[in-house]
């Protein structure tokens, strides 16, 4: 399965950050699909998650702002962060488990990098 | 939620080298532990997952271990391609999954 994130590079601060992250070679049927972010030069941080039905578990950091949904006759995964701020900044990536497994990793997108600045 | 430490935070190694980065967790997490590798610009790589079992398709080189709140990551004999940045990742419970801080891998 290959994993495919998109969206604006660029956000201004208080808005709305929007990715979609495109599933080919596979079905995100029965599948866990998780966001991670990693700020410049730092870490990983753990977002969420949803299930194919819907069933979404949020970073409780986040959980405020964030909402992971997901849309399988587009076989997509999308995620939303409102009211954004330069500490959003960061590498976006999409991830899943080909086993079904809603713990570890083993199928990444590239990540795509967006920019909170005004 | 689980705070996860690992040490340390850059480790220079030869090629050849036995190495080993430590990951400690701030609360017992069984083994409910997962290992990658991540190169600039990449996206992290799946190493090892329930805190010993090694990813299919991962070199047998790479091996871990540990369980509850200590656990090791070993590369028993590193090749050029292994430097790079690792990161161990929690995941007990059902609310919070949290990474290390990672280790970088530099070569002497």
């Known amino acids: 399965v290959q994993l495919q994130a998109s969206g604006p590079g660029l956000v201004k601060p208080s808005e709305t950050l929007s990715l979609t992250c495109t599933v080919s070679?596979?079905?995100?049927?029965?599948?866990?699909w998780t966001w991670i972010r990693q700020s410049p030069g730092k870490g990983l941080e753990w977002i969420g998650y949803?299930?194919?039905?819907?069933?979404?578990n949020y970073n409780p950091s986040l959980s405020s702002r964030v909402t992971i949904s997901a849309d399988t006759s587009k076989n997509q995964v999308s995620l939303k962060l409102t009211s954004v701020t330069a500490a959003d900044t960061a590498v976006y990536f999409c991830?899943?488990?080909?086993?079904?497994?809603?713990?570890?990793?083993?199928?990444w997108g590239q990540g795509t990098l967006v920019t909170v600045s005004s | 939620d689980v705070q996860m430490t690992q040490s340390p935070s850059t480790l220079s190694a030869s090629v050849g080298d036995r190495v080993t980065v430590t990951c400690r967790a701030s609360?017992?997490?069984?083994?409910?532990l997962a290992w990658y590798q991540q190169k600039p610009g990449k996206a992290p790589k799946l190493l090892i997952y329930?805190?010993?079992n090694l990813q299919s398709g991962v070199p047998s080189r790479f091996s871990g271990s540990g369980s509850g709140t200590e656990f090791t990551l070993t590369i028993s004999s590193l090749q050029p391609d292994d430097f790079a940045t690792y990161y161990c990742?929690?995941?007990?419970?059902?609310?919070?999954?949290?990474f290390g801080q990672g280790t970088k891998l530099e070569i002497k």
């Open positions: 991830a899943t488990s080909s086993v079904g497994s809603n713990y570890y990793y083993d199928s």
């Open positions: 070679g596979g079905s995100i049927s029965h599948y866990y």
């Open positions: 949803v299930y194919y039905s819907g069933v979404a």
């Open positions: 609360q017992t997490i069984g083994t409910w």
């Open positions: 329930d805190a010993s």
């Open positions: 990742q929690q995941y007990h419970g059902y609310s919070l999954y949290t």
